[in-house]
Each structure stands twice: as structure tokens, then as C-alpha cells.
């Protein structure tokens, strides 16, 4: 796995998680499906259990983590528990204003 290549994606999310997480594999289906809305999004999920370099290349310290890149940018960052409505706020504003 290229992780340079996730994050130079034009719009990418990089879902991170641990096999034994609960609030891992509860939020993973409501992120993915958040994800397949915008049309140039790619999803990667990073199971740390069989990556666990991940969390020094991402600097993720709690878990689920979700990280928002564009373009080797960070749009956004968000750890163990998000606010669903206000992050999808977010990504469509910036969504829009990177693409239209």
C-alpha cells in the first residue's frame, strides 16, 4: 500500500481502524457510504492490526480515525467519535469548492 498515493488522490478518505474496535466497525459502514456521495472520492480502510506503521504515517494516537485528503492536502481529521451531520458539512463544502 502506497500511502503517498492515498493522500495525492483529488479527494480521498483513509478510514483507520483496529479489528477489535466496536466503534470501529460501527462507523465504518456510515463513513463508506458518506464517501460513495462525491464522484471522485476514493475510500481506503487501514486495519492497523495488519498495518501498523500506519499510525506513525498518519499520526493517528486514538481510533477509528478518519483523515480527508485532496490532493496531498489535509482537509480533515477526526478521531474516535465524529459528528456525522457537521462532518458532512464539511466535506461538501469543500468538495464544491475544489471541484466546482
Given at each position: 500500500?502506497?500511502?503517498q498515493q492515498l493522500k495525492n488522490k483529488d479527494f480521498s478518505f483513509v478510514y483507520?481502524?483496529?479489528e477489535e474496535?466496536?466503534?470501529?466497525?460501527?462507523l465504518?459502514?456510515?463513513?463508506k457510504k458518506l464517501?460513495?456521495?462525491?464522484r471522485k472520492a476514493s475510500f481506503q480502510k487501514i486495519d492497523l492490526d495488519e498495518f501498523p506503521q500506519a499510525?506513525?504515517?498518519?499520526?493517528?494516537?486514538?481510533?477509528?480515525a478518519l483523515i480527508v485528503y485532496s490532493r496531498g492536502?489535509?482537509?480533515?481529521?477526526?478521531?474516535?467519535?465524529?459528528?456525522?451531520?457537521?462532518?458532512?458539512?464539511?466535506?461538501?463544502r469543500y468538495y464544491n469548492s475544489i471541484f466546482y
Open positions: 500500500m502506497n500511502l483507520i481502524s483496529r474496535c466496536s466503534v470501529c466497525h460501527a465504518h459502514p456510515k463513513i464517501s460513495e456521495k462525491y499510525a506513525g504515517e498518519f499520526m493517528v494516537f486514538s481510533i477509528p492536502k489535509e482537509l480533515y481529521r477526526g478521531a474516535r467519535f465524529f459528528n456525522l451531520s457537521e462532518l458532512e458539512i464539511q466535506l461538501y
